[in-house]
T-cell receptor, first 112, second 116 residues
Framework: AQTVTQSQPEMSVQEAETVTLSCTYD???????LFWYKQPPSRQMILVIR??????QNATENRFSVNFQKAAKSFSLKISDSQLGDAAMYFC?????????FGAGTRLTVKP | GAVVSQHPSWVICKSGTSVKIECRSL??????MFWYRQFPKQSLMLMAT?????????EQGVEKDKFLINHASLTLSTLTVTSAHPEDSSFYIC????????????FGAGTRLSVL
């Protein structure tokens, strides 16, 4: 079974600085997708970024980028120029042939 | 992007009553929808997969008779919590995969259920 591990329950970053959230996963599938979702206090799940496993190039969305290491099964999220609105729970997710699996989440605090 | 509407956003009910939560895909069709439960400060736990026109698939440990799922159309799935008890109080979230959207799931805003 696929598992997703986020080893950082909480992270903190100074406004305008950069922070990296870690995620590792375990799978035997060769074709899959990886996602980072943001859940602010409103609890609405918002897609931040996605990565297709067959693509070697790391996905980037404005201030958000990933470091996808397929062999190491690692999928970290880098947030540059952190803003107060980035404060939220961040969930790493895996989607292969079955349902989507989520990590335990990382709570990100942004200090002004 | 695709929009998933979930209603109600918050419901308070008495113990023993039943509560229905609706999940609608507003601008796309969804033959499959997913229902999650989220406890405070925890991750999303998949409860069941709702299939249009057929029975839902429940995850291990989820009571089928407690959490009734109906997916009567391509845009609507409902979750009914039957004979609710305080331990059923939680945050319930639905999601649906977008059409041709490369495995992206779109989430409803969630429903906070409080059973007194």
């Amino acid at each position: 079974a696929q598992t997703v591990t986020q080893s950082q329950p909480e992270m903190s970053v100074q406004e305008a600085e950069t922070v990296t959230l870690s995620c590792t996963y375990d799978t035997s599938e060769s074709d899959y997708y990886l996602f980072w979702y943001k859940q602010p206090p409103s609890r609405q799940m918002i897609l931040v970024i996605r990565q297709e496993a067959y693509k070697q190039q790391n996905a980037t969305e404005n201030r958000f980028s990933v470091n996808f290491q397929k062999a190491a099964k690692s999928f970290s999220l880098k947030i540059s120029d952190s803003q107060l609105g980035d404060a939220a729970m961040y969930f790493c997710a895996y989607k292969g042939g079955g349902d989507m699996r989520f990590g335990a989440g990382t709570r990100l605090t942004v200090k002004p | 992007g695709a929009v998933v509407s979930q209603h109600p956003s918050w419901v308070i009910c008495k113990s023993g009553t039943s509560v229905k939560i609706e999940c609608r895909s507003l601008d796309f069709q969804a033959t499959t929808m997913f229902w999650y439960r989220q406890f405070p400060k925890q991750s999303l736990m998949l409860m069941a997969t709702s299939n249009e026109g057929s029975k839902a698939t429940y995850e291990q440990g989820v009571e089928k008779d407690k959490f009734l799922i109906n997916h009567a159309s391509l845009t609507l799935s409902t979750l009914t919590v039957t004979s609710a008890h305080p331990e059923d109080s939680s945050f319930y979230i639905c999601s649906a995969p977008g059409e041709g959207a490369k495995n992206i799931q779109y989430f409803g805003a969630g429903t906070r259920l409080s059973v007194l």
